[in-house]
């Protein structure tokens, strides 16, 4: 079955671009001139994956990436200009999973779209229910639970908590968190990481600015404290 | 005093003025004073003088009037002030009250008048000692009286106010030169504090402006922070234009780029002709794509909008991870020295770094043939081979300024690159706090970009302090 992918940019030389090449990929393409456009067709046809430029006019992307978070958790992939504005953290903080960089090759992109949607197998030995203080969180299912709550995460968070959940008590590097969470071959953005951690860490803990569940281990990466 | 003291410090030169003023002032009114006081003791000095010897001139007539005078006794009645001394002469004798004044110590003309029967007052010399001698003919007893006056005493009042004067005068003098001193201090002081605020706006700080509460100094302040906004906001505009530009090229580029690919994916169903038009339109699209990323990325490190964004990582993983994604064709060679150390990077600008320097052997050497992690003294070499012709020694220092290919420069055609990306390299490197050369050594044309490690300690980076390149602060996120 073919995935859907929704690209929302302004320009319509791109959009048709991107369309061909996706096309060629193998992907069913859906496109959005506007935020609220995106979010429109979104509600009728959710897609499986978002290339969201953050450059839109109207409402801009980062808007519009909380509107779609709102509704769904679908991966959200934002196109920026630059790699070290503050518009990387700024669209990592307002629900994005990750980031390109324009002009980017479609090909690298169809790639790591297709490494997103893959990922949600896991290791065989993953016992059924992975627990830590008042946190639940089943693999399986795909729920995490906070006394008894259920709490909601994207894909990616969701990840990236069982990848911490289930080796409690061990640092885990940055490079291996995307290797394993987004699939980057080591040269990732620790941004990714160190965003969606501060994400995760609103979800699932008491006090997200004094942590007691995931921990950062300065100069090493992070681990969860069993 | 312009030119002739310009050399010196505005300060100084107040100073000096005030010193001179006040040494003119103390001076002029020190002798003003001294010539005034002199005059007046001097007058008043002769004025007694006179008078008692008069006085006394009388008194030796009425005397010498009775039939048996007693000269030497009636010169010992006689009423003197200190220091006076008397000498009679009567009928061509001559007496006198001490032994060191007599007739021959009187000058001869004041004698001569005196004795032929005129009043004179004459000042003389006795051994250094200014003296009055004031003579009266008595002739009506066929005498004549003289008096010296000795006036040594005032010259010594005279010269202890003299002293007591200069010293004032020196007093004065000095304390011209502090208060000039202090007073040009405080003057000064606000110009201190423009240059501390130009300073610190040239560190970067570029809110600092300068009070305008002083009413004086108001129009300077209000035209330096008029300044300040204008520059912060030359480089908003800058920027905001730059980062207009950088969409306005990125967004065709990307376009571009994606239908390109969708070209060479489908490149079968072209005739020959044309995939050949299209494999140029491919490497000018690179090549192009690669230009306006280094020109864009030039104007930020200009604009001073250029970010690090640094982590840290090993080295061993990083020139692995930087000998694949730049493209090198050989393999990482890791000295077991560095493998585990440390460094701290903006991984996104090191790749820049590598593959800029990768382009640069592939263009003018014909590849790299060695990419390599080294350890020296404290510090991590990353450095990228070639056995190319290699960069001409005078061309060395000038290889990483921007445009310049130096001996290259003729041999324009199919591997001419931005002319930036060199540049690039050098302004990345400085960035990280690292340093950036070009050396021949075992025939080899050697690339070096050589890091600080991030986990070195701190006395082992002082040891190797004159290797550490320019001050300039590391920008850290």
């Known amino acids: ?226 | 005093m312009g030119s002739r003291f310009s050399h010196l410090g505005l300060r100084s030169r107040v100073t000096l003025a005030f010193a001179l003023g006040a040494l003119i002032l103390s001076a002029s009114m020190g002798a003003i004073t001294y010539l005034a006081a002199r005059q007046v003791i001097i007058q008043q000095r002769k004025t007694s003088a006179l008078h008692q010897a008069y006085v006394n001139a009388s008194l030796v007539r009425s005397a010498l009037r009775s039939p048996t005078p007693r000269i030497p006794e009636l010169l010992d009645s006689l009423d003197t002030l200190p220091g006076s001394r008397s000498v009679l002469e009567r009928r061509g004798q001559w007496f006198a009250t001490s032994i060191s004044i007599g007739k021959q110590a009187l000058p001869r003309l004041l004698r001569a008048g005196v004795v032929g029967g005129s009043a004179a007052t004459q000042s003389f010399l006795l051994s250094n000692t200014p003296e009055l001698a004031v003579g009266i003919p008595v002739p009506s007893v066929d005498a004549a009286y003289f008096e010296v006056f000795s006036f040594g005493s005032v010259a010594r009042t005279l010269r202890v106010l003299a002293l007591a004067l200069a010293g004032a005068a020196l007093v004065t003098t000095i304390a011209g030169a502090v208060i000039g001193r202090w007073l040009s201090g405080r003057a000064l002081r606000p110009l201190g504090t423009v240059s501390k605020a130009a300073v610190a706006i040239a560190g970067g700080r570029l809110d600092t402006r300068l009070p305008t509460d002083d009413s004086d100094l108001e129009p300077m302040a209000r035209s330096f922070n008029h300044m300040a906004d204008a520059l912060v906001e030359r480089i908003a505009r800058e920027a905001r234009f730059t980062s207009d530009v950088s969409h306005e090229l990125r967004s065709p580029l990307t376009t571009l780029n994606t239908s390109l690919e969708v070209l060479e994916t489908h490149s079968g169903e072209l005739s020959s002709r044309a995939s050949q038009a299209l494999a140029l339109i491919a490497t000018e699209l690179r090549r192009f794509g690669r230009m306006v990323t280094d020109l864009l990325e030039m104007s930020r490190v200009d604009s001073g909008a250029a970010e690090l964004s640094t982590e840290e990582v090993a080295v061993g993983e990083l020139v692995v991870h930087l000998a694949t994604s730049s493209g090198a064709g050989v393999p990482a060679v890791l000295d077991p020295a560095v493998a585990d150390r440390r460094v701290r990077v903006d991984k996104r600008r090191m790749e820049r770094v590598a593959a800029n320097l990768v382009d640069n052997a592939a263009q003018y050497a014909g590849g790299v043939t060695r990419f390599a992690a080294e350890h020296s003294a404290g510090r991590v070499r990353l450095v990228v081979a070639d056995r190319g012709p290699g960069v001409a020694e005078e061309d060395r220092s000038r290889i990483f300024e921007r445009f310049y290919r130096g001996t290259l420069s003729g041999r324009r055609g199919e591997t001419q690159g931005s002319g930036l990306g060199l540049s690039l390299v050098a302004e990345h490197v400085k960035m990280h706090g690292g340093r950036v050369f070009v050396e021949a050594r075992d025939g080899e044309n050697r690339f070096v970009v050589e890091l600080p490690l991030a986990d070195e300690p701190v006395r082992a980076a002082n040891d190797n302090a004159d290797n550490a390149p320019s001050g300039r602060e590391v920008p850290r996120r």
Request: hydrophobic share 40%; with cysteine; proline share 4%.
């Open chain 1, 1 to 226: 079955m073919s995935h859907r992918i929704m690209l929302v940019d302004d320009d319509a030389r791109i959009r048709t671009s991107l369309r061909l090449a996706f096309e060629d990929e193998g992907y069913e393409v859906v496109d959005a001139a506007s935020a609220e456009e995106a979010v429109d067709r979104f509600a009728e046809q959710p897609s499986d994956v978002v290339l969201l430029d953050l450059m839109l006019p109207g409402s801009d992307g980062f808007e519009c990436c909380r509107e779609l978070r709102r509704m769904s958790t679908v991966p959200i992939i934002m196109v920026t200009a630059r790699t070290d504005t503050h518009d990387v953290v700024a669209g990592l903080e307002a629900g994005a999973d990750d980031y390109v960089t324009k002009p980017f090759v479609a090909k690298e992109l169809a790639a790591r779209i297709r490494a997103l949607l893959r990922r949600s197998k896991f290791a065989e030995d993953v016992p059924e229910v992975l627990r830590f203080g008042d946190v639940e969180v089943a693999p399986e299912e795909g729920t995490v639970r906070r006394d008894g709550q259920e709490v909601h995460c994207t894909r990616t968070e969701f990840r990236l908590l069982c990848e911490l959940a289930a080796s409690p008590g061990k640092v885990i590097s940055r490079e291996s968190l995307l290797d394993r969470v987004w699939g980057y071959d080591y040269f990732g953005d620790g941004r990714l990481v160190d965003v969606h951690v501060r994400r995760l860490r609103t979800k699932v803990e008491a006090d997200p600015a004094n942590p007691s569940h995931i921990l950062t281990v300065r100069g090493m990466g992070y681990k969860l404290a069993p």
